[in-house]
């Protein structure tokens, strides 16, 4: 499992080949608590962030659940 970031568009990545995480869910679940919008499969999404801050705070969040 981890995180892809771009911190010029505020963008990240999640891959998962773990069967308990669904990153689409986590996404769509989690990112608008930090203004972020996206989705995406249980193996894979992508979140996009107003602000690297805003996107650092929601990768601290879905790190601490999973």
Known sequence: DFFM??????????LSSRE?????ALVKE???EFGGK?????D???AMFSS???MDAFISKITAMV
Not at 5 to 14: D, F, G, R, Y
């Open 30 to 32: 989690n990112a608008p």
């Open 52 to 54: 690297v801050n805003d």
């Open 44 to 46: 894979n999404a992508r």
């Open 20 to 24: 308990d995480a669904n990153c689409g």
């Open 5 to 14: 970031i771009s911190l010029e568009n505020s963008t990240c990545i999640l």
């Open 38 to 42: 996206g989705g995406g499969r249980p």
